[in-house]
């Protein structure tokens, strides 16, 4: 099947500093990503969707100032998080769809990146 | 949009039972159905899938219903293993909501030896 490679697996930074995350597809073209994120114990919460080349669209709730998403090529879509506080801890995980996956659906995902901060 | 409930949020089942979660969407317009398993601190993984143009489909010791008058599809899996132990999502994407895959709240399966 399709690879998603999300970078880094595990952050670590203090109150106030910018978070960067990586999601790559790495054998197919990934017109479409999703970013989700996942409290302990929970489900999968959508925060948004991105789309190569244009805005994402943000989930209701969703401050897109805070979770900035940059889908800047087919394999890549960077999610940052800005000035970071303790309530973002949390797990965020990425998938991609490609184009010949657009109408059956399927989604790929990526290991998921635990940031905690301090 | 999208509304996803799941059941039970934890099910305990004697290894070599059959275990049964069941979910009911919202959104008229879903027509693909995804499950996965994920285990504590990876990633999801897609176990099985059912679009909305059959009922039913089986793969060794899963298989996933679908009722679309209802509005609800199920997740079955039998003579239930230790690795079978994990937390179950089902989901749900249509087209109409640009395809997004909204998830349910989750199962936490656990298989007692």
Redesign the interface.
């Known amino acids: 099947g399709a690879v998603v490679s999300q970078h880094p697996s595990r952050v670590i930074c203090k109150s106030g500093t910018s978070v960067k995350i990586e999601c790559r597809s790495l054998d197919f073209q990934a017109t479409?990503m999703?970013w989700?994120r996942q409290f302990p114990?929970?489900?999968?919460?959508?925060m948004a969707?991105s789309n190569e080349g244009s805005k994402a669209?943000y989930e209701q709730g969703v401050e897109k100032d805070k979770f900035l998403i940059n889908h800047a090529s087919l394999t890549l879509s960077t999610l940052t998080v800005t000035s970071a506080h303790p309530e973002d801890s949390s797990?965020y995980?990425c998938?991609a769809?490609g184009v010949e996956n657009?109408?059956?659906?399927?989604?790929f995902?990526?290991?998921?990146s635990?940031l905690t901060v301090l | 949009g999208e509304n996803v409930e799941q059941h039970p949020s934890t099910l305990s089942v004697q290894e070599g039972d059959s275990a049964v979660i069941k979910c009911t969407y919202s959104d008229s317009a879903s027509n693909y159905f995804p499950w996965y398993k994920q285990e504590l601190g990876k990633r999801p993984q897609l176990i099985i899938d059912i679009r909305s143009n059959v009922g039913e489909k089986k793969d060794q010791r899963i298989a996933v219903t679908l009722n679309k008058t209802a509005k609800h599809f199920s997740l079955h899996i039998t003579e239930t293993q230790p690795e079978d132990s994990a937390v179950y999502f089902c989901a749900a994407s249509s087209y109409s909501s640009a395809s997004k895959i909204i998830f349910g709240s989750g199962t936490r399966l656990s298989i007692r030896p």
């Open positions: 479409t999703f989700y114990k929970q489900s999968l919460m959508l969707t669209t797990f995980i998938s769809r657009t109408n059956t659906g399927e989604l995902f990526g290991e998921g635990r």
